[in-house]
């Protein structure tokens, strides 16, 4: 039942795809601060053909969408701010400098607060699980004729047959309409099992066409927000039914239906939290509390809810965490490399038993839920210091850290085919050792580093492992997670037209992957691979020539000392 029902979600996307924290202090002993627009997408045909006409022009709606959401914030913050100037041109700049020279000059080491699991099950309660009593749809609302903003492009609509003013929104199906009360009431009566069923049955409804009143006339963005509903209303059946794991698919999708609605990424964080996958739990609960401000959201509660929610995931990833230990560093002015140095220095005399490699990122700027003001500028950043008990680790991050398209390549024969042992030992390294530093690295960075697209890329690469050893149900998973992501790239930073044909690819082909399609090319992610694999092969003999070429004329200094000394006994 399960897998016919994610047949027909997967289709269904395919068609319409598209601070102050109350926390009590527990010290962690490995972790420490020191207090010191997209562009408008013209999409090649062939990108057209691969992902399917709808898919890919819902995909660039969102785009515009993001873009045009960000504009209007952008515009408002631009006010807020020059406001501030104003006003700032009348104190003595002394004081300014005063707090740049004290942000980067203080190094005291000092530990971030622990969060009570019952804080944190208040937050789930209170965000999570709320509007059970009610029927409700996620409708993106049309731009207005005045070309303002609505507040929230992805507001919750209450149920379309009762309310005022909601005679222009679109009418859901009444059968299905019929399906969804139907399964609520199970709901409500804590029969989680029919409730799921019935909701599964309704997903397929919606699948075949019958989300809404008029089906041919309905817009992709409201079909795929029914969709979305349905999903979220999976998940907490199954959450409620203490099935993280069946969960966890739904929650992918609910995203991938409908990036821009902060709650799907805060139940995505929830199904994380139960399968104790913390350090992605923190990135759901991150970019549900940006999502939160990018869409209108005004209240400062519910914001101070997703930062605790954000900030105990963090506080447990690192707990349980044994390969690193962290340090946040705030800073006010451009990062110098002696400050680095420095930074390292104090990191080796917090952390002596992980300073077998330390890594410092500086492909983004790291941002805490303390201090996440998103309507500042910027707010309070942070340099992130990872150190390892295991070199190989630091080496890896350093490498791919410093290439715009990283890629996992450590094959010691990258031009043959790998043995079912090679797969395995590559996919135990990666799923074990690569890939949970890196959740954790996104979970205080917003953006993706050098390249919109770092970080899905590994996950996608993974996903390829997964399948030639037949895995399929992780790969699933994996693939799930990766479209999640990609959907919501564009609301979270400003991507170049490559950087928007890169990700189209890769939606194109997760989605035919996920459908078992096969095609005469080769995944994106795999080419990426190979070019990888190319290039760390041209740097290993560029290495070996040079060393090869220092020895030689190293030899011929030799010599030529012995046949001069020679010479001169002579």
Sequence with gaps: MESGSNKNVENTVKRVCHDQLVPKVKTSKKMSTLTNSPTSLNVPPEIKKNCGDKQVEITI??????????????SDLEKVAFKRKAEGEEKPAAKKEAKTIELDNQLVSMPLPQIPLKNVMDVEMKLVYIDEEDVRYEFVEPFMATGI???????????????????SLPQIDKWLQVALKDASTCYRQKKYTVAAGQFRTALELCSKGAALGKPFDAPADHVASVASFIETKLVNCYLRMRKPDLALNHAHRSIVLNPAYFRNHLRQATVFRCLERYSEAARSAMIADYMFWLCGG???????????????????AITRTESFSVMYTPFATKIRADK?????????????AYAEYIYTDLCGLHVLPQTADWLSFPPQQYLLTLGFKNKEDGNFLEKISSRKLPTFTDHKTPFSRLTREDNVRHMETMGKRILPILDFIKGTRLNGGLCACSGV????????????????KEQSQVIN?????????????DISQQEAELLQLLMADAMDTLEGRRSNKERVWNTIQKVGQIENFLYQLEDSFLKTKKLRNARRQKTKLKRLQNLQQS
Excluded at 61 to 74: D, V
Excluded at 149 to 167: H, K, R, Y
Excluded at 457 to 472: D, G, I, P, T
């Design 149 to 167: 903003q609505p507040t929230c492009p992805a507001a919750e609509i209450v149920d379309p047959l009762s309310g005022p003013n909601f005679s």
């Design 340 to 352: 680095i140095e420095k930074v390292k220095e104090v990191f080796t005399k917090t952390h002596p």
């Design 481 to 493: 997670q990766a479209m999640a992501e990609l959907a919501t790239i564009p609301y979270l930073q």
């Design 61 to 74: 709606e969102r785009i515009k969408m993001a873009k045009n959401t960000k504009e209007k914030q952008n």
């Design 298 to 316: 005004s209240e400062q509660c519910i914001s101070k809810l997703i930062k605790l929610y954000w900030q105990a995931m963090i506080e447990e």
């Design 457 to 472: 890329m590994e996950k996608l690469q993974y996903a390829s492992l997964l399948s030639q050893l037949q895995r399929v």
